[in-house]
């Protein structure tokens, strides 16, 4: 790919941590969701937005990509120089690392955007703008089927068991998806501190968030008979029962992964 014009990168300097395996359950369940799409691209390209203080995450979210479209190529791309000059050693075939931030210097539109645990350090009224930058950089919606490119945007814990995540096309929010190592969970409620900036201040009374884990956790406490089969089924019994309230848009196979999506609409904040 031709670099573009050198500009000044938009965005700041965020702390760099970064595990390896850290994104695995965001990186699966991409490859699971927006598989078909990469596939369908004559040059699919997904970006690791803001990787961080070593490479890790853009390695692995390589080979995950590439079991669900093979021709996938990943671009990390940092604000931080020093940062991209410590991952250039790692570049491969389908592998670069760019400096660069929110403007996304490609030379062209890539089919993915992950931006993991990347807005933590801004203030909430700053989300809408840095997704409507980041959704204007997606490929586009196209003919048979195609809805575009997928920006997901979210945090997780240090080594990967808690996850919140949005995901979004061109035209804005689609969903919210909460995923965790179900062993480690004493009750859905406990995800709250893993939300993404555009929630994490919103859960409280009167916002749908706050009503959702309100109502997981109710529904969790019902599905304590399943725990002696395993968490797992106690999980997919709670989801089930969450499904006549709730516009769950996914279904038992993604269950089982610890997984529930959720239309973004049903938990959009107040007044959005």
Not at 8 to 27: C, E, F, H
Not at 106 to 119: E, F, G, T
Not at 260 to 267: H, I, K, M, P, R
Request: charged share 25%.
């Amino acid at each position: 790919m031709t670099p573009r014009a050198a500009t000044r990168p938009v965005g700041t300097v965020t702390r760099g941590t970064t595990n390896p395996n850290r994104l695995r359950r965001m990186d699966r369940w991409i490859a699971a969701v927006h598989g078909a799409e990469l596939r369908r691209a004559q040059r699919p390209v997904a970006v690791d937005l803001g990787y961080g203080a070593a490479p890790w995450t853009a390695v692995e979210l390589l080979g995950r990509l590439r079991t669900a479209a093979p021709r996938t190529a990943v671009v990390g791309i940092e604000i931080d120089p020093a940062r991209v000059a410590a991952a250039r050693p790692y570049e491969r075939e389908g592998l670069e690392f760019r400096h660069g931030g929110f403007e996304v210097p490609l030379p062209a539109p890539p089919q993915l955007i992950r931006a993991a645990n990347v807005l933590r350090q801004y203030d909430e009224d700053q989300v809408a703008q840095v997704w409507s930058r980041l959704c204007a950089r997606l490929a586009p919606a196209g003919p048979h089927g195609s809805r575009g490119g997928l920006l997901v945007e979210g945090t997780c814990d240090e080594i990967g068991r808690r996850h919140v995540w949005v995901a979004l096309g061109p035209e804005g929010p689609r969903t919210v998806t909460f995923a965790a190592r179900l062993a480690s969970l004493d009750r859905p409620s406990d995800l709250a501190e893993r939300l993404p900036k555009a929630l994490i201040h919103r859960n409280v009374p009167g916002e749908p968030v706050h009503a959702f884990l309100r109502d997981f956790d109710r529904a969790w406490a019902a599905a304590a008979p399943y725990a002696s089969y395993g968490a797992r089924q106690r999980w997919i019994r709670a989801v089930r029962d969450l499904t006549a309230d709730w516009p769950v848009t996914d279904g038992p196979a993604r269950w089982r992964q610890g997984e529930v999506t959720v239309a973004w609409e049903a938990l959009a904040p107040r007044g959005r």
